[in-house]
Structures are given as structure tokens and as C-alpha cells.
């Protein structure tokens, strides 16, 4: 049968949404990345702000961005994930937007994410005593791992739904494809029954624009200042060149960071 009833061309994902797609990803990704090594501890933790940044922006779109963007038209309610499920290998979908399931995924990944970000905080300020929270590095918390332990499962649980986010967009190719569901990530077009577009007032492009120079302005406020109240040490380097010099200039290649007070 040929399908010419939804072989309409909408405007579903706008520029912002686009870009915040993109940087979420990118980001997201770039926290893996640094998440193993110790000397890049501080940009796992700038980076990880730079993501609270972009789902604060997420968070302010879903209540006043466009349609298919808001937290309202996701159709999280039984009665429409029954419906889905019972339709979903039927190829005239009727949801525009997000379906049921990936509604499900998108806001559990919200949520993980940004939890993420909080138990991330803690351990650096208790374990590094790092940043906001280095306050909390004494001897009352400083050995705490539970912080640590749960800002490890949650990365594992992220990754579980960033898969199943994966496995929802291929089920959508192989089984939709006619909608170019993929395809609208990029160019913000999909494939619809009837006319869908939408438009972006001039408070929503408002909305974005602020988030956009706020976003940019945290990125080149800690390039040109690496060591800021979010990564700052409550520890002082102790230069030992000045402190014992005797001692860096006859012992330093084998116990630099224990000097020996005493020694002449």
C-alpha cells in the first residue's frame, strides 16, 4: 500500500533542541573519557557542571520550548504506553514527538544525570577535597566511599539507558523508517500525516540565547581560570625547594613528599 497520507515534511526539532542534543551527547561522552584518570580529575568535574548547565537549559525548554519539546507532550500515561506497545510494530504512528517509551527513557536519564552530577560534587569534595563541597574533606567524612559507590552505579545505570535510547532510535529505522525519525536528530525534519511544524516564538529564542551565552561564558570562564571555586584544593602545594632545600637538593629524587625535618 502506498503510503502518500504521511508523506509530510514538519519542522519538529528546532535549532536549541538540536544543539542541546548534541552537547549533551558530546559531553557526556567527554566525562567518560576523562572519568579513569586521576590527572584529569578537574575537567571530569568542569565537565560535569558544563552538563548541569545543559540540563538546566533542558529542564527551562520542557516547560516553555515548543511543542514536542515540553514535558507535557511527553505521553508518559499507562493508557498510552499500552497503546504503543500494542501498535508498535504498526508502521502509521501516531505520536509526533517522543513515544511513550523513549519518554520514559529521556526522563530516567534526566534524573540519573543529574544525580550524577550531585554524588560527583560530594566525592570530590570529601575524597579531594575539591570544590563546592570541600568543606566536608575532615577527619569525619574524608574516608566516606559511599558517595563514590553510588556516583559509579549510576554511571553504569546511564550507560544501560543511553543503550536502551540507542535500541529504541534502530527499532525506530528499521521498523519507521518511513518517518525519518534518525534523519530529524540532525535536520529537525520528520515525516508525518498531516502538517506538524513548529515555530519559535521570540521567548523561546530568548530563552536559548541565554543559555547559549551562559553556556559558552562557563566553557571560557574556566579556560582562563582552571583553578576556580569549583575545583579549588582546601590543601596549599608545599613547595619543598623553598621549605628544605638541603634536603630537594641531596634526596628529592627518592622522597620528595616526605622531607625529613630534621635533616643537616
Given amino acids: ?8 515534511k514538519s519542522y519538529i526539532w528546532s535549532i536549541p533542541t538540536r544543539l542541546f542534543h548534541g552537547l549533551f551527547v558530546f559531553f557526556i561522552l567527554l566525562a567518560y573519557i576523562t572519568a579513569e584518570e586521576d590527572n584529569l580529575l578537574n575537567y571530569h568535574a568542569i565537565i560535569g557542571y558544563a552538563i548541569l548547565i545543559l540540563l538546566g537549559f533542558r529542564i527551562i525548554w520542557g516547560l516553555f520550548g515548543p511543542k514536542y519539546s515540553k514535558f507535557k507532550d511527553f505521553p508518559i500515561s499507562i493508557n498510552r504506553v499500552k497503546e504503543f506497545i500494542s501498535n508498535i510494530f504498526n508502521s502509521e504512528q501516531k505520536f509526533v ?13 534526566f534524573i ?3 544525580l550524577i552530577i550531585i554524588t560527583g560534587s560530594l566525592t570530590l569534595g570529601i575524597q579531594e577535597g575539591k570544590g563546592i563541597f570541600s568543606h566536608l574533606n575532615s577527619s569525619m567524612f574524608k574516608e566516606m566511599e559511599l558517595f563514590e ?5 549510576l554511571s553504569t545505570l546511564l550507560i544501560l539507558l543511553i543503550i536502551a535510547h540507542l535500541g529504541g532510535i534502530a527499532f525506530d529505522k528499521l521498523f519507521h523508517g518511513e518517518h525519518e525519525t534518525l534523519n530529524s536528530i540532525f535536520n529537525g525534519y ?30 571560557i570562564f574556566n579556560f582562563l581560570q582552571p583553578k576556580n571555586i569549583l575545583v579549588a584544593s582546601v590543601y596549599e ?4 625547594e623553598k621549605q628544605n632545600e638541603l634536603f630537594v637538593s641531596e634526596c628529592a629524587s627518592c622522597h620528595t613528599l616526605y622531607p625529613s625535618q630534621s635533616f643537616t
Avoid: D, R
Avoid at 500500500?1 to 509530510?8: D, G, P
Avoid at 508525518?192 to 530568548?206: D, G, H, P, V
Fill in 1 to 8: 500500500m502506498i503510503k502518500e497520507y504521511i508523506m509530510e
Fill in 97 to 109: 514527538g517522543h513515544n511513550p517509551l523513549a519518554s520514559y527513557v529521556m526522563i530516567a536519564i
Fill in 112 to 114: 540519573t544525570i543529574f
Fill in 149 to 153: 559507590e553510588i556516583h559509579e552505579t
Fill in 190 to 219: 520528520k515525516k508525518t500525516k498531516t502538517q506538524e511544524s513548529i515555530k519559535l516564538n521570540i521567548f523561546q529564542k530568548f530563552i536559548a540565547m541565554i543559555f547559549l551565552v551562559l553556556f559558552l561564558g562557563f566553557l
Fill in 237 to 240: 602545594p608545599i613547595n619543598y
